[in-house]
């Protein structure tokens, strides 16, 4: 179960209007008694609220942060409430208030699923056979699989993008984004924005993407680390091509061969995972799609993932974060610079 830390001095949130808040809107919330925060993951933030009765989660943007997309509370709460009728792995959304006067900023409450994350610092502690890996991995890809099944023209989820055009605009999107949070200048990033734009593949009919779809995004059941019963952060969910999704995935997924500093950010090196040919055969079967330009999506994933590390360490630089990990982001972007920069030739 994932353990939360009390809230720091520049955490200003009151129960007290908070609840004041939960009682005009008529909302089925017994009293706050305590809120702490989950101090996992890099983007926005998640709280704790506990009541006499029970748990809920409270996600919220961090301070400076100024992209849209990534950050906006109602869209994610929009995403929860269209999904969760067709895919049981997604919390319950519950609130969404807009008014920036309480926190500083929009938020939203959904139920807490309770159980296990598996995260690069606690996964190896935790000493599980590689059976259970092996197992987790088939869960992993069959469950993205399964998402990527849903319908969104009969779900309405089609209402969440525009699929046309969907990875000329993400590659032209995410480069420019790069370029505006630029603090160093990295060669092999600005090589594989290059290559990005020259070798886009035929787009593959659209389906829901997650868009963040790893092993530190799904919940696992308590007593039982080969059932996902959660999937979690839907911030940058949308339609589109279903292998920019899965080529996320991809770009997350190192194995063991390919160094120890990759290791401290990721658990996919652990005995028992599937490699990531395995991952791609496993997801071709179930799907039925054709993953011949795989190669292009897996790029991409690194170059965005390399992205959204510039776009935090960007923030760190500029002050509006004292978080010693997010300053010690840029030897990270690099290594996925030369990465993404190694597979251009493969």
């Given at each position: 179960m994932e353990k939360t830390v009390p809230l720091s001095d520049k955490e200003n949130i009151s129960i007290e209007l908070l609840n004041n808040l939960l009682s005009k809107q008529s909302i089925n919330i017994a009293p706050i008694a305590s809120i702490t925060r989950f101090p996992g993951g890099y983007s926005n933030?998640?709280?704790?609220?506990?009541?006499?009765?029970?748990?809920?989660?409270?996600?919220?943007?961090?301070?400076?942060?100024?992209?849209?997309?990534?950050?906006?509370?109602?869209?994610?709460?929009?995403?929860?409430?269209?999904?969760?009728?067709?895919?049981?792995?997604?919390?319950?959304?519950?609130?969404?208030?807009?008014?920036?006067?309480?926190?500083?900023?929009?938020?939203?409450?959904?139920?807490?699923?309770?159980?296990n994350i598996l995260r690069a610092h606690n996964a190896p502690k935790l000493n599980l056979t590689p059976a259970i890996y092996e197992t987790l991995s088939k869960k992993l890809i069959d469950t993205l699989s399964s998402l990527h099944?849903?319908?969104?023209?009969?779900?309405?989820?089609?209402?969440?993008?525009?699929?046309?055009?969907?990875?000329?605009?993400?590659?032209?999107?995410?480069?420019?984004?790069?370029?505006?949070?630029?603090?160093?200048?990295?060669?092999?990033?600005?090589?594989?924005?290059?290559?990005?734009?020259?070798?886009?593949?035929?787009?593959?009919?659209?389906?829901?993407?997650?868009?963040?779809?790893?092993?530190?995004?799904?919940?696992?059941?308590?007593?039982?680390?080969?059932?996902?019963?959660?999937?979690?952060?839907?911030?940058?969910?949308?339609?589109g091509d279903p292998l920019m999704d899965f080529g996320a995935m991809l770009a997350y997924w190192f194995e063991p061969s390919?160094?120890?500093?990759?290791?401290?950010?990721?658990?996919?090196?652990?005995?028992?995972?599937?490699?990531r040919k395995?991952?791609?055969?496993?997801?071709?079967?179930?799907?039925g799609r054709d993953l011949g330009d795989i190669h292009f999506y897996y790029v991409f994933g690194l170059f965005k993932n390399a992205v959204i590390a510039q776009q935090i360490y960007h923030r760190w630089k500029q002050g509006n974060s004292s978080d010693a990990r997010f300053g010690a982001l840029l030897p990270m972007i690099q290594l996925l610079g030369a990465k993404a920069e190694q597979e251009l030739n493969n």
């Open positions: 933030l998640t709280y704790c609220i506990t009541t006499a009765e029970k748990q809920y989660v409270l996600r919220t943007p961090p301070p400076g942060a100024h992209i849209k997309s990534a950050h906006d509370m109602g869209r994610e709460f929009k995403v929860l409430s269209l999904l969760k009728p067709h895919f049981n792995k997604v919390p319950t959304p519950i609130f969404f208030c807009e008014d920036e006067l309480l926190l500083g900023a929009p938020f939203y409450i959904m139920e807490k699923i309770e159980g099944a849903i319908d969104i023209n009969s779900t309405g989820l089609n209402q969440l993008g525009k699929p046309e055009g969907y990875v000329t605009r993400q590659v032209e999107g995410w480069i420019k984004r790069y370029y505006t949070a630029e603090t160093d200048t990295i060669e092999s990033m600005n090589a594989t924005a290059q290559w990005l734009k020259s070798f886009q593949p035929i787009e593959q009919a659209p389906t829901l993407l997650h868009n963040d779809f790893k092993y530190d995004n799904v919940i696992l059941e308590e007593n039982n680390f080969t059932e996902i019963v959660g999937v979690l952060d839907w911030e940058m969910a949308t339609v390919e160094g120890d500093v990759f290791k401290n950010y990721n658990l996919t090196w652990l005995p028992g995972n599937y490699k395995q991952l791609i055969d496993r997801y071709a079967k179930n799907t």
